[in-house]
């Protein structure tokens, strides 16, 4: 469902919100990349560090959802802008804070439980900053072009994380072991800290939804959101949960966990695990407009569709290229596991948030997105680790992406197009 309002919004402010999502996504994938550095910090090494890291990003996503809900009923009944302010101001805060805390060496098992903590606030932050970015850059964009605008918000996510990742490989490369685990963990996290801050200032000027404004002026502004959501608009959210939910493994899978994988099955080192995601991300930030504005002209359902496809056919075969550890086939693996992710991403928010019309809209990515984001993404690096452990076979985190991938293929099937008639086919 869409809104017929022309675009009042400045390139300025569409700007900003774009590139909001390069520090939510530095800030918050950092964790993962620095996962083993982490596990030897704040829970001492060992055989069951690392699950219990990953254990800590899975249980701190469980707060995605209850944050999207809470700042998405701030979005919907009082703006767009007050909202984003109000997510960047907690983020900004407990990244600051994860920089400057004591490690297990100096206070014991509490820094593991601190760190945890602090994972959860980000989280709950998180949760309201991507859904409400994307409805802003929705709202704010040209009909014609909602697909492309609306994609720069995951173009700018793969930035923060293709910054993540590359900070954190030439900390890695630049220090030794032991200064890495005694203080050079904490530059990627201070380096956060200040960009969240730049972000948070720099939102202070952006301008207010015009769809937002829309309801003001008809006094069409939502008292309750997410009832109304709730009663109203069940089918969409089923949509929603689906579309989210390929989105989401295909990312935290396909590349968020990818460097863990490539040394956890000891076919690469930190470093060079980490350089690979690095290219991977590259082809995201390359693919990821590029799919957006291919769904403004032939429409969100046949690019949902076939990358759904795509997820059957090629993640189990990717995986099997990337556990070689032979440079080419773990360059080629990733890199197609980017290029179906990237593509996923771009459509994918545009989609899920057409499902919706301007007045809850925040309310339905909470419940439908958001909530497919906490389980096929906060949980699914968790259990690829847990499962590969357990089993001793590397291929399972494909295998999951194509169980999903074979489930949510017919909600895409019967899907109603949501871009714009005139868009499909025009010059």
């Not at 407990?94 to 206070?107: D, E, G, V």
């Not at 203080?183 to 207010?208: H, N, T, Y």
């Not at 490539?262 to 470093?271: D, I, K, Q, Y």
Request: some cysteine; proline content about 5%.
């Amino acid at each position: 469902m869409t809104d017929a309002s022309p675009p009042v919004v400045s390139r300025g402010s569409l700007s900003v919100a774009a590139f909001s999502t390069v520090v939510e996504w530095f800030d918050f994938t950092l964790y993962l990349y620095f996962a083993t550095v982490l596990a030897r910090v704040f829970f001492g090494g060992g055989e069951t560090a690392l699950l219990v890291t990953l254990a800590g990003f899975a249980v701190s996503y469980l707060m995605r959802p209850l944050g999207a809900v809470v700042f998405g009923h701030i979005g919907d009944r009082f703006g767009r802008r007050r909202m984003l302010l109000m997510s960047m101001a907690v983020m900004t805060v407990a990244m600051l804070l994860i920089a400057l805390l004591p490690t297990a060496a100096q206070i014991g098992p509490a820094a593991g439980w601190m760190l945890l903590a602090l994972r959860c606030v980000m989280a709950f932050s998180v949760g309201g900053e991507y859904s409400g970015v994307t409805a802003y850059l929705l709202e704010g964009a040209h009909p014609d072009r909602r697909g492309l605008t609306t994609s720069f918000a995951s173009a700018a996510s793969e930035v923060g994380a293709l910054l993540a990742v590359g900070v954190s490989a030439v900390t890695v490369s630049l220090l030794s072991p032991a200064d890495l685990d005694a203080w050079g963990w904490r530059i990627p996290f201070l380096v956060g800290a200040g960009l969240a801050g730049v972000v948070l200032i720099s939102r202070s000027a952006m301008q207010e939804s015009p769809e937002f404004e829309r309801q003001q002026t008809r006094g069409t502004v939502p008292r309750n959101p997410l009832w109304e959501t709730l009663l109203h608009c069940r089918p969409a959210l089923l949509r929603t949960f689906a579309i989210s939910a390929l989105a989401s493994i295909l990312y935290y899978v396909g590349i968020i966990y990818v460097p863990t994988f490539l040394t956890s099955v000891g076919t690469l080192s930190e470093r060079d695990a980490l350089w690979f995601s690095t290219v991977a991300a590259l082809v995201v930030i390359l693919v990821t407009p590029l799919v957006g504005a291919l769904s403004d002209r032939v429409g969100r359902k046949p690019v949902l569709t076939t990358l759904a496809v795509g997820g059957l056919a090629l993640p189990i075969a990717l995986f099997a290229l990337m556990q070689t550890g032979a440079a080419i086939p773990t360059m080629l693996g990733a890199a197609l596991m980017a290029y179906l992710a990237g593509g996923a991403s771009a459509v994918g928010a545009v989609s899920a948030a057409e499902q919706f019309p301007g007045e809850g809209r925040l309310s339905g990515l909470a419940l439908g997105a958001t909530v497919a984001t906490a389980v096929f993404g906060g949980l699914t690096p968790y259990l690829s680790q847990l499962l590969i452990e357990r089993t001793g076979w590397a291929l399972l985190p494909g295998v999951m992406i194509t169980a999903v991938a074979l489930v949510v293929l017919p909600v895409f099937l019967r899907m109603a197009e949501t871009a714009p008639v005139r868009t499909r086919g025009a010059p």
